[in-house]
């Protein structure tokens, strides 16, 4: 094994470096995922009950092994199914030597956990669970829901494994980029989930962003070479280091443009430049390098009039190309009306009415073109229909604010 | 995405009798059939919520000005069809889902078990994580 790169303070954080190992280790003997993934939780909880009395002990991993087989014998002899007993106890004996290697390790296990065949709402809690090593409680809390439901759907989304019959392996060399690409998206969903505010009751949540860097730099870890990886890494540290700037004392929205760019942590910006620059420098160009490469020429802007909107204009045009998204669209239409002036903006808006006419952010995007242009009668009228539509408390306060300032008295 | 399912004590689209007219079956049969629904909706992982709340008789509607005694004014209600009866808080991976398990909802069994075909109100809760372009 190589030193861990991915470390979090404490016995909790040596717990939950230790678990994708202990798991994948009692996976490759007893080859049931589901099972093994319920007893490693076990012997987790019974590592963070007893280590603090008994002290760590010296090999913590094969303690964890210990703890997790046991479980796992226990079980079978509750199910009192013989077959099993007997299959199980061959399959210790058989003991394939251990080969340690962590990075590997990690690796199959987050491309069992981001399975295509699962939802990113099931793949989600059981990478958090299986690769993370929370426990339920915690993923609940973090996601607001009931911990038996969350419960559920973690044992639904294994039982989901079990069906496909997924080899505990690293996928075909012909699978993989198709399987890569469902990982990063798992990652990239679980990201945005925890980027919202950071203030009132969800001060208590499990910090969603934070799994989401840890989870990605394991990946990064077992594949430094990729570039999209590396992209996506680089994407969530420069959007990362810019939380701080984005709500304001109550917890209000503060756009980009209103930023105090002074509150930025600069640590993640140099981090995120630094991995950004090495990922583009290998000339396979991916759509996390390109929005990472867009956060890398925000971030870099000492004040928003100085950003470099020509270059955020050509990376949005190369991103439509490259994905056809219509949000992408819409963000390009935002930098042309940078470069070339909001009339310019708003008639590329026009013909995204069609796909995006329920999203709030077109409304929003025209709203904020229209101020700029002096029409505050239209804009404040979109403002309200960007407010009717937006799907985030924070964004909807933001928008009804916008729209009362927009359609309020003129002086 | 989370939405709630909401239903209220106005009239069914089936006609039928209200439910203190049901045989004390068919009210079991339908009361039997919402906690399965809650069940099945807690295995499938995606129940936050089910409840439902006491009648309009003893609804109260209170009204103040920040400053004086508030208003308090005591049911029945003339309006009492358009008060919510019950919901349940769903978190699904689309809103097809919740539509789904709406129309299940709806057509809760009544008298003889025909489905009563109740309206239920879908409406998305503000909870989508924000855009992070900004």
């Known amino acids: 094994m190589t030193t861990p790169v991915v470390t979090t303070e404490g016995l909790e954080g040596r717990l939950r470096d230790l678990a994708p190992l202990a798991l994948a280790a009692v996976v490759r003997r007893h080859g049931n995922f589901a099972d093994a993934e319920d007893a490693v939780q076990e012997a987790l909880v019974a590592a963070a009950t007893s280590w603090p009395e008994t002290g760590e002990p010296d090999n913590p991993l094969g303690w964890l092994l210990a703890v997790a087989g046991r479980r796992l014998t226990d079980q079978h002899r509750r199910d009192d199914a013989r077959r099993r007993r007997e299959q199980l106890a061959a399959s210790w004996s058989l003991g394939r030597p251990d080969q340690l290697s962590g990075r590997d390790d990690t690796l199959i296990l987050v491309f069992m956990c981001c399975h295509p065949d699962l939802t990113p709402g099931a793949a989600i809690p059981l990478t958090l669970r299986a690769v993370g090593g929370l426990t339920t409680r915690e993923i609940a809390a973090a996601f607001l829901v009931p911990e038996p439901t969350m419960a559920q759907r973690i044992s639904r989304a294994k039982a989901r494994i079990k069906q496909s019959d997924v080899p505990f392996a690293l996928p075909s060399p012909e699978e993989r980029p198709a399987r890569l690409r469902s990982v990063l998206h798992v990652l990239y969903l679980l990201f945005n989930e925890g980027y919202a505010s950071n203030t009132g009751p969800e001060l208590a949540r499990t910090d969603l962003s934070g799994e989401a860097i840890r989870l990605t730099r394991m990946v990064r870890h077992a594949l430094p070479h990729d570039p999209e990886v590396a992209g996506l890494l680089a994407l969530m540290l420069l959007t990362e280091a810019r939380r701080p700037a984005r709500t304001g004392p109550d917890g209000e929205l503060v756009p980009l443009a209103e930023q105090d760019r002074r509150l930025w942590d600069r640590a993640l910006i140099t981090e995120g430049l630094s991995i950004a620059a090495e990922a583009l420098r290998r000339g396979q160009v991916g759509e996390y390098q390109v929005q990472a490469a867009i956060a890398a020429l925000h971030d870099e802007a000492p004040a928003h009039a100085e950003t470099n909107w020509s270059e955020i204009l050509a990376l949005y045009t190369l991103l439509e190309q490259m994905t056809g998204n219509p949000m992408v669209a819409l963000n390009r239409a935002v930098a042309v009306a940078m470069v070339h002036g909001p009339g310019a903006g708003l008639e590329l808006l026009d013909g995204l009415a069609g796909e995006l006419s329920d999203h709030h952010r077109l409304h929003a995007v025209r709203a904020h073109l229209l101020e700029e242009l002096g029409d505050h009668d239209a804009a404040a009228t979109e403002f309200r229909a960007a407010a009717d539509r937006a799907t985030n408390p924070r964004e909807r306060d933001y928008l009804t604010t916008k729209a009362a300032a927009a359609g309020g008295p003129r002086r | ?134």
């Open chain 2, 1 to 134: 995405m989370r939405f709630m399912l909401l239903q209220n004590y106005g009239e069914v689209e089936s006609g039928c009798a209200p439910m203190t007219e049901w045989t004390p079956e068919e009210v079991a049969a339908h009361i039997a059939f919402q906690q399965a629904l809650n069940e099945e909706l807690l295995q499938s992982g995606e129940l936050v919520d089910a409840q439902g709340l006491a009648g309009p008789d003893v609804a109260k509607f209170v009204v103040s000005d920040g400053v004086g005694a508030p208003v308090v004014t005591d049911g029945p209600f003339p309006e009492s069809k358009e008060l919510l009866a019950g919901y349940r808080l769903v978190d699904v991976d689309s809103p097809e889902r919740a539509i789904a398990i709406a129309a299940k909802a709806s057509a809760a069994p009544g008298p003889a078990g025909e489905p009563i075909r109740q309206p239920i109100e879908v409406r998305e809760v503000l909870a989508a994580p924000p855009d992070p372009q900004g």
